[in-house]
């Protein structure tokens, strides 16, 4: 088990370094609105979802009703739906297989993606730690935030920052160890095309579309590849 939880922890190294900061700035702004790092607790345990708790934080503010809220957080969050369908098999077979689910963000995605477990160490656990270590540090950057905003000034400016460089680190990190390339450039090719047309606030759904549906179209010769090298 010592050994199964140190090779989780080097993996979530990345995800650890932005989401503590990352959460630092959400529980930061939650205090700026007169919310205690109790509800900072509280949201990152139940809500967890990135940045839809930056986006709370205004509906908060603003008095928004629930099912406004419902749709919203539907809308900015169904890329997941997507992540879902690759580990719908070996979720199947996990007793923690709520929690897999509930637990899979964008970052804990891509770990899980290119996992790669030595022999002797259970996949399945380094899996659910792998997604428990990344909520405990988004957890702890949250209350951290929330308190350090009520005896601390901060000036917050370029925190936001922290997602694109852990995004950029787990992408060069994925690069290297991937066999076939063509999935990067084909997520790459429709992410930008989809900037340009749909703008930076929509662009996410529709590229996760073509990326995946190209991805399918393209699946047996990928596989060849990957065999043959």
């Known amino acids: 088990m010592k050994k199964t939880f140190q090779f989780a922890f080097l993996k979530t190294l990345p995800v650890m370094l932005g989401y503590l900061f990352l959460g630092l700035a959400f529980g930061l702004l ?34 928004t009703s629930l099912p406004v809220v419902a749709v919203m957080t539907l809308l ?40 790669k477990v030595p022999e002797g160490i259970d996949e399945k656990k380094v899996m659910f730690l792998i997604s428990l270590l990344d909520q405990v540090y988004w957890i702890s950057g949250s209350v951290m935030g929330a308190a ?11 925190i936001d920052f922290a997602m694109t460089a852990l995004f950029v680190t787990i992408f060069v990190d994925q690069w290297r160890e991937a066999k076939s390339h063509l999935p990067a450039v084909i997520g790459l090719i429709s992410s930008v095309i ?14 996760l579309i073509i990326t995946v549906t190209i991805l399918m179209a393209l699946q047996k010769r990928l596989e060849g590849k990957v065999e043959n090298t």
């Open 30 to 63: 939650l205090q700026e609105v007169g919310y205690s790092f109790w509800w900072a607790l509280l949201i990152s345990t139940i809500v967890y979802a990135g940045s839809i708790q930056f986006v709370l934080v205004s509906f908060l503010t603003a008095g």
């Open 194 to 207: 989809c900037l340009q047309i749909f703008g930076g606030n929509n662009f996410i759904l529709p590229s």
């Open 76 to 115: 900015i969050n169904s890329r997941h739906a997507f992540y879902g369908l690759t580990f719908i098999e070996k979720f199947k077979a996990m007793k923690a297989r709520p929690y897999m689910i509930f637990s899979l963000t964008d970052e804990t995605y891509s770990l899980l993606c290119s996992l």
């Open 148 to 158: 350090l905003g009520q005896v601390l000034p901060f000036d917050m400016t370029g």
